[in-house]
């Protein structure tokens, strides 16, 4: 079992915020992790900018093109994961395109994408998550994965049913990402009717299951984890807090205290029986 899969999968559940790496650079991200770490961060998500996220909304897209903007490379990336000494695992999300290319001297697929990975686990990373790898691609990729140790993380949208959610749960590892509304990220006002019947039906499936898409604050951690979940993503309340630039660190570590107590007071509404 993985150290992500432990996290996710424990005793209580897991709150895992999302950066981008480089926003507005390297030097700040650090920063930033460390505090996500001291806020009380299970897993920690840090994101590998990529000129065209098409899982994000607007505010992590400006994330996004701040970090481009400043510099960052996958390079500086992995340089940036070596040097942090904070104790949750850590998850790249990022786009195929660039674990492609950054293999552009092999012939076949798993050649083209392991010295991502490879670079990847090196560093220190121990998750991807790549919204853009269609489940019937994904082979080569996590047959890389598996070999180097890292979790490749699937997500499950409201929609996916039938012989293909079955598949994509069998086949994701860590946990499951449980896409809580259709669309792209983005903080949002209220949890989304889609969360809680996107958790009953994957009840049955002994993966761990965290949520993600629009959770912006504690109450909403308390009503997910309430409903199922395993663990709450929070990424663009958190990019918002970057984007403002004032008393980052002490705010970001902050909310996340507040997101995790929020999951954790969801938890103490599932009944004893059900915990795991």
């Known amino acids: 079992?993985?150290?992500?899969?432990?996290?996710?999968?424990?005793?209580?559940?897991?709150?895992?915020?999302?950066?981008?790496?480089?926003d507005p650079d390297l030097a700040s991200t650090a920063e930033y992790v460390r505090a996500l770490d001291r806020g009380g961060a299970d897993v920690i998500e840090l994101g590998l900018p990529f000129s065209e996220p098409i899982a994000e909304g607007p505010t992590i897209q400006a994330s996004v093109a701040r970090a481009l903007a400043s510099g960052t490379t996958t390079s500086g990336y992995f340089d940036l994961v070596a040097g942090l000494d904070v104790d949750p695992p850590l998850i790249c999300m990022t786009y195929y395109n660039l674990l492609y290319s950054y293999g552009s001297g092999g012939a076949t697929e798993r050649e083209r994408v392991e010295p991502f990975v490879a670079d990847a686990a090196a560093a220190g990373i121990e998750g991807l998550i790549v919204p853009d790898l269609p489940l019937d691609e994904g082979g080569p990729l996590r047959e890389v994965c598996a070999d180097h140790g890292i979790d490749l993380v699937n997500i499950v949208a409201p929609t996916t049913e039938g012989e293909r959610?079955?598949?994509l749960m069998e086949t994701t590892s860590g946990f499951a990402y449980v896409q809580a509304r259709l669309g792209t990220t983005g903080a949002r006002a209220d949890v989304s009717e889609h969360t809680?019947?996107?958790?009953?039906r994957l009840a049955d499936y002994d993966v761990p299951k965290a949520v993600g898409f629009g959770v912006s604050e504690a109450e909403h951690a308390r009503e997910i984890v309430a409903a199922g979940a395993d663990g709450v993503i929070v990424g663009s309340a958190l990019v918002e807090i970057v984007a403002e630039g004032e008393a980052v660190p002490e705010r970001l570590e902050s909310l996340v205290r507040d997101l995790k107590e929020g999951a954790l007071a969801g938890a103490e509404e599932v009944p004893r029986s059900e915990r795991t």
């Open 196 to 200: 809680h019947a996107s958790l009953k």
């Open 1 to 22: 079992m993985s150290r992500i899969e432990r996290a996710v999968g424990g005793s209580e559940p897991a709150l895992i915020p999302y950066v981008c790496a480089g």
């Open 165 to 167: 959610l079955d598949r």
